[in-house]
């Protein structure tokens, strides 16, 4: 994209969606309660939400609820209510209302998948109690063992679609990548009742509908920026939104240069202050 071109388009954002892990913070677990702020993050939201622009902090680990990881992120000074942290939880919960009413679902992982599906209302079954479920949720479960592993294989062979919070195979944290969870039950699972999972975190479209509903803006005004271009990046260009990839996570710019037309980002940046110096330049340009 032209620098012209560029600016217009960075001009004319009027939401953002943060990604959590390698962009806001790092920690030693996926969006973890002992991040450490990247540098200059915490100074760029601030003035970006000075601008008048609406932020989201949208996280694709389910292994906290939004409440926790935003009183995570406010101790580090980000300044984001509970109410505009989404993970892919709350994307579930609409999913599964809108699809299947009230009609049971299976859902595995800990408080950051069950308690925020409980708490948008949908209704829970008991793993193994022989329940008939309109879907089976998989998120981050650390306890996935043989017996929610049959009540899972059990309840798809009998039909229920399957739904995942995110497939990631890792995750930036602390001095290391972590292996994703959700992903690798999913996939297992997809393996045993042969046929295929839905994401519902980032980069589907789903994700990126809650995200602009959250915001309150049409995806096209809406920019992503987030350290991995087959999450963010995808997500962003899936919709028209403007994709950034910072290189502070499991993404270079070498990765950047090397992704297909048309999947790559439309901006490569350091920091996030780079990016908002960019963005508060071309407001005013
Ligand atoms: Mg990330």
Not at 37 to 43: F, I, N
Not at 116 to 137: E, Q
Not at 176 to 198: D, K
Request: hydrophobic residues 50%; negative net charge.
């Amino acid at each position: 994209m032209s620098d012209d071109r560029l600016s217009e388009r960075l001009a004319g954002v009027e939401g953002l969606v943060f990604d959590v892990d390698g962009c806001l913070i790092l920690s030693s677990q996926p969006a973890g309660h002992d991040g450490t702020a990247l540098p200059g993050a915490v100074e760029a939201v601030a003035a970006l939400r000075a601008s008048g622009r609406r932020l989201v902090a949208f996280t694709n680990a389910s292994n906290r609820p939004p409440r926790r990881i935003a009183e995570s992120l406010r101790e580090l000074g980000f300044d984001f209510p509970d109410e505009d942290v989404l993970t892919p939880s709350v994307v579930a919960a609409d999913v599964v209302r809108q699809r299947f009413g009230d009609a049971p679902v299976l859902a595995f992982g800990a408080t950051g998948v069950v308690d925020v599906l409980a708490k948008a209302g949908v209704r829970l079954a008991t793993p193994g109690d022989g329940t008939a479920v309109a879907a089976v949720v998989v998120g981050w479960d650390t306890a996935f063992d043989q017996p929610k592993l049959q009540a899972a294989a059990e309840a798809i062979w009998a039909g229920a679609p399957l739904l995942v919070t995110s497939d990631a195979p890792a995750f930036a944290t602390k001095g290391r990548r972590t292996a994703g969870v959700s992903g690798f039950i999913a996939t297992g699972l997809a393996h045993i009742a042969g046929q295929t999972y839905e994401v519902v975190g980032k980069p589907s479209l789903l994700a990126a509908s809650t995200a602009a509903a959250r915001l309150g803006v049409p995806p096209e005004r809406m920019l992503v920026v987030g350290d991995d271009l087959s999450l963010e990046v995808a997500m962003a260009r899936r919709v028209g939104a403007v994709g950034v990839l910072i290189t502070t996570g499991v993404c270079s710019r070498t990765d950047a240069d090397a992704a297909a037309e048309g999947q790559r980002p439309h901006l490569v940046v350091d920091s996030l202050l780079e990016l908002a110096t960019l963005m508060l330049a071309s407001a005013t340009a």
